[in-house]
């Protein structure tokens, strides 16, 4: 069938400030692909990421690029050979699945295998920043079961115990964004133990956590960084205990379910996780959340601004997508 294809970059305020060990940003910068034909439209959306050498201009290129392909019929399957994983693959991926759910009226979770979408639970991140700071925005967020706490290396010590004063009775996981190194990681990790941390995410540099293998892990520790598909997924066996799978990353849903079920398959507990994106960035993730043992699907709950109609969240529960929305 024969398609059009539209593909627009689109900026959503963030409340405040995002900040990780990496840097900051006040908006979420988003390139959205949009399918039409038929009567149905099925729209798909990516966040660009630096770290991995994408830039807004870079992923739209690589979606025109695939334009002729597409719009001459290309399935799901022959979208996998057109693009490598990233971002520019999952905007066109999950726009593909949200077109086939609106012509045929079969739902994407149940096209995926799933018999329903049950809520989710999602961790609330809390930007990395001085103590003081970190304890203020842990205070606000104390009554969220789950909190994301965002580290930067030196000083962590202080900020995780500035965060466990402000929210003494959160779940908190960690996420170092690959800022520490080998010779403070234990030190690190004992402090994540004293305060009761559960999980710890990419605390050291992709290419450069071997000794992860080689040291007891007081707590799971979570690849981000050096998981992006199926492909990356067998070098992590003995150094990590879960993998955070993120559509922008797979290269969309496609793969993101192939990883989530070849990683539990391989004893890994998966997390699911999101850039700072709006909700339909964040609707076919929720597919992956429904198999993960962590979630960490906050991005439209870090934005000023949402799309409309966007995700129900009531405190950190994320209610399934609606199909005005996606899928």
Request: aromatic share 4%; net charge negative.
């Amino acid at each position: 069938m024969k398609k059009n294809l539209s593909v627009a970059a689109e900026a959503f305020p963030i409340a405040g400030r995002f900040v990780i060990s990496r840097g900051a940003k006040t908006q979420a910068v988003v390139v959205t692909a949009t399918l039409a034909a038929e009567g149905c439209v099925g729209r798909g959306e990516c966040v660009p990421y630096a770290r991995y050498g994408e830039s807004v201009d870079s992923v739209i290129g690589a979606i025109e690029g695939a334009r002729a392909a597409i719009e001459a019929g290309a399935d799901r399957d022959a979208l996998q050979r057109l693009l490598p994983a990233g971002a520019a693959r999952n905007a066109l991926d999950c726009a593909l699945w949200d077109f086939e759910a609106k012509l045929s009226g079969v739902p994407a979770y149940r096209a995926a295998g799933f018999d329903r979408l049950a809520p989710l639970t999602t961790a609330y991140t809390l930007s990395v920043g001085a103590p003081e700071e970190m304890r203020q925005a842990a205070e606000k967020a104390a009554d969220r079961p789950l909190l994301k706490v965002k580290l930067a290396g030196e000083g962590d010590d202080a900020r995780l115990a500035a965060v466990r004063e402000g929210a003494p009775r959160a779940t908190l996981i960690v996420d170092a964004n690959e800022a520490w190194r080998e010779e403070t990681l234990m030190a690190q990790l004992a402090a994540c133990a004293r305060f009761g941390v559960a999980l710890v995410e990419q605390p050291l540099p992709a290419g450069r956590d071997d000794m992860l293998a080689r040291i007891a892990h007081p707590m799971p520790i979570c690849a981000d960084e050096s998981v992006h598909d199926r492909a990356s997924l067998a070098p992590l066996k003995g150094r990590y205990d879960a993998i955070n799978v993120k559509l922008d990353k797979t290269g969309g849903l496609t793969e993101a379910l192939a990883l989530t079920r070849a990683a539990r398959d391989m004893g890994f507990s998966v997390m699911a996780g999101c850039m700072v994106g709006t909700s339909l960035a964040l609707a076919p993730a929720a597919l992956i959340g429904q198999m993960a043992s962590f979630v960490d699907l906050d991005g439209p709950l870090l934005l000023a601004e949402d799309r409309e109609p966007g995700i129900a969240y009531s405190g950190s529960i994320m209610a399934p997508p609606a199909p005005a929305l996606w899928g």
